[in-house]
């Protein structure tokens, strides 16, 4: 299946609802930071979790969200772009765990408790704000959901789920469902019976079922209009070797000049770990513009 954004609702105005398919969004970032399995899925469901968000929090500008726990992970940060752009980082992603008592991968132990979730948003207009909340379970999609309701005041279902296995990432992707002023305890009562048959995502990706199936299984019962088909996710940092040198020319001339004395000046992108160089003459060359 292609990584790719639904957004429907329903016709009676009672949900709203964003189904993501992000399985080489995941890989990518797996590839890119070398992750472990833990780091990787921790990752994956941030990732996932942001594309969900956007384009109900965000609309047409973007978000960041930063989960800070206790657990050997330490930071995990995303951003996410209209468009479908999409970055993000661990701070530790070597760090592997052994599997929970259910036989999954220990995320929530991973992130820890002990902390919090930060949640930017820029709506496009000029205008950011930052909303944060005690982290749940570490669990990411637990967290998220309990941000939408403490800071959007929104009844609301978040799925997330990432499969991995010795090749790499075999699945990953999610769903968000959000009631609106006019849903009933006729809708809650429909939304609970279809979730309480529904599986794992993941477990339904595996199977060959494509997103706009996943999304009926779940919203059984509703009248759903798409008002967006389906728009491409990719892994895009939009770092480059001239944001490094435009980052260099905030230091002195002096702090440039002896960079160059003693040797180049390297950079790496904790977003993508893109690694830039600039040689000594390239120094050289910014110290006497400045």
């Known amino acids: 299946m292609e990584d790719g954004l639904i957004r429907t609702i329903d016709v009676l105005g009672t949900i709203d609802a964003v189904i993501v398919s992000s399985t080489n969004l995941v890989e990518a970032a797996r590839l890119k930071h070398k992750m472990s399995y833990t780091a990787a899925a921790a990752l994956g469901r941030a ?20 989960f800070q726990g206790n657990g050997p992970l330490g930071r995990v940060v995303v951003d996410a772009t209209s468009g479908g752009r999409l970055r ?20 929530g132990a991973a992130v820890g408790t002990n902390g919090y979730l930060h949640v930017t948003v820029d709506d ?53 469902v959000q009631l609106l002023p006019d849903h009933s305890e006729e ?27 996943i999304l009926k299984r779940g919203l059984q019962g509703f009248d759903l209009d798409v008002i967006s088909n389906r728009q491409s996710l990719s ?30 000046a390297e950079g790496r992108c904790q977003f993508c770990n893109a690694v830039y160089h600039v040689p000594p003459d390239g120094l050289l060359e910014i110290a006497q513009a400045m």
């Open 47 to 66: 990732l996932t979790s942001a594309a969900l968000l956007l384009p109900i929090i965000a609309r047409r500008g973007q978000l960041s969200m930063k």
């Open 88 to 107: 993000g980082y661990v701070e530790n992603p070597q760090i592997e765990l052994p599997l929970n008592s259910l036989g999954n991968l220990d995320v």
């Open 124 to 176: 496009g207009f000029g205008k950011q704000h930052t909303s944060t909340v005690e982290l749940v379970s570490g669990e990411i999609g637990e967290d998220v959901n309990r941000y939408l309701v403490s800071c959007h005041d929104a009844g609301s279902v978040l799925i997330v789920g990432v499969h991995l296995s010795r090749d790499g990432t075999e699945a990953a992707g999610g769903m968000l």
């Open 187 to 213: 809708t809650i009562c429909k939304l609970e019976n279809n979730l309480a048959s529904f599986g794992t995502f993941t477990f339904l990706m595996r199977r060959g079922m494509e997103l706009e199936d």
């Open 235 to 264: 892994f895009d940092c939009g770092c480059s070797k001239e944001r490094f040198i435009q980052a260099l020319k905030v230091l002195d001339k002096e702090e440039i000049m002896q960079m160059a004395s003693s040797g180049e």
